[in-house]
């Protein structure tokens, strides 16, 4: 941790809102102020911030485009970025998010509130410098000579060789066994970006004839995602095993969930149902997740499982709609995280959303996991050598 002070950007079109903001943080960190996206970007390139606070509706260049452009840039894409905005919906945060955001706070500010999210923002900045001051010095010894790059190279195998258990320990949270249900198929599959990831899925018993199922993307990338990940998935499956009531189920967690994520500025999108095998029905919650896909094969029809709900870790008190759907003979429903459809391939195109549904519909006939690698096939195919960055997770459920 560094002993200088830290240096905070405050962007914002409004003299009240940076005076507001400077007087809360001034006896903490040094504040410089930029009154629209075009200072700001200058501000940053003179002398980069620790940490920025930005408004997303400026005149000229907006929130969401200062964001863009900082995250694209190597040097400055480190910074954490704290949307402050007065804009509520789950839109603008998602849209947020696509831009780069680290974090959100909503007008009118609560001075404690903002504290505690820059302090805490902070501290995993700090953390990511050393690493890469360690990383750094590293590099230098490797070249300097023989000696030390044996000792470089041994000491990257053992962490080689940590990661590697990491993720063995990682994939033993989810499901060892895919539970055999009459008149069902199931299959999963669970693939991060890095070593270890923060998706996750889940089978949960309710009762004789029911099945909760579960899948989620925590934000976040790399270990920090996994260990978030892993406290998640336990909440979530405390709080809905042999618990039929849905709503209460995933409020319980949320308000769990939010005591850690104050903390880790970090969230979870899920999606959460109980299927039941005699009634053939599918009860479920959306927090914030991507529709899983329900495709009827009798007539071609295809529909997405969506419902109002935002991410869990993100508000204390949720409204979550529950939804029903009836499963006819044939009918396949795919549960996915975001790096199925956001996987890009050399040109930077997305498999998207009609190729993935294209994907499906060819291979209807197919059982659920043969249907599931052909997914991943046709997804390996699509990216050729292009790394992905996000983690992909498939769901498949078919009757």
């Known amino acids: 941790m560094t002993d200088r002070r830290a240096k905070v950007l405050v962007v914002d079109d409004e003299d009240f809102n940076r005076e507001l903001l400077e007087a809360t943080l001034c006896k903490q960190y040094d504040v410089v102020e930029a009154c629209n996206g075009v200072e700001a970007l200058e501000k940053v390139s003179q002398e980069p911030p620790d940490i920025i606070l930005l408004d997303i509706m400026m005149p000229g260049m907006d929130g969401y485009e200062v964001c863009r452009r900082l995250k694209a840039e190597k040097e400055t894409s480190i910074i954490p970025v704290v949307m402050v905005t007065a804009l509520k919906e789950r839109e603008d945060r998602i849209k947020g998010l696509e831009s780069g955001a680290d974090d959100f706070l909503t007008k009118p500010i609560d001075r404690a509130e903002v504290q505690a999210r820059v302090k805490s923002l902070l501290r995993i900045k700090y953390l990511y410098d050393e690493l890469t001051d360690i990383n750094a010095t590293l590099e230098q010894r490797v070249q300097k000579q023989a000696e030390e790059l044996l000792c470089t190279y041994a ?13 063995d320990i990682q994939q033993s949270f989810l499901p060892q066994v895919i ?25 949960i018993p309710i009762t004789e004839d029911k099945w ?44 769990l969930i939010m005591e850690e994520s104050m903390i880790n500025t970090m969230f979870v999108t899920l999606f959460y149902a109980i299927l039941d095998t005699k009634k053939m029905t599918l009860t479920y919650t959306n927090a914030g997740h991507n529709p899983p896909l329900l495709i009827k094969t009798t007539n071609d029809e295809v529909a997405m499982l969506e419902g109002r709900g935002v991410a869990l870790g993100v508000i204390s008190d949720i409204d979550l709609e529950e939804k029903e759907v009836f499963l006819d003979k044939g009918s396949i429903v795919t549960f996915y995280t975001d790096g199925v459809i956001d996987a890009i391939n050399e040109q930077e195109e997305e498999f998207g959303e009609e190729r993935f549904i294209s994907v499906i519909k060819q291979n209807q006939d197919l059982s659920a996991q043969k249907l599931m690698e052909k997914i991943q096939q046709e997804i390996v195919t699509f ?16 009757t």
């Open 155 to 167: 000491e990257r195998e053992r962490l080689q060789k940590e990661l590697e258990i990491a993720k």
């Open 212 to 255: 909760g199922l579960v899948i989620a993307d925590v934000s976040g990338k790399g270990v920090p995602a996994a260990l978030f990940m892993a406290l998640s998935r336990t909440i979530v499956r405390t709080n809905t095993i042999g618990n039929p009531a849905i709503s209460e189920a995933i409020s319980k967690a949320n308000e």
């Open 179 to 203: 539970p055999q249900i009459e008149g069902f198929e199931l299959a999963a599959i669970n693939i991060p970006a890095r070593e270890v990831g923060g998706d996750f899925y889940d089978f």
């Open 383 to 398: 990216s050729g050598s292009q790394p992905q960055f996000d983690d992909l997770t498939l769901v498949i459920l078919k």
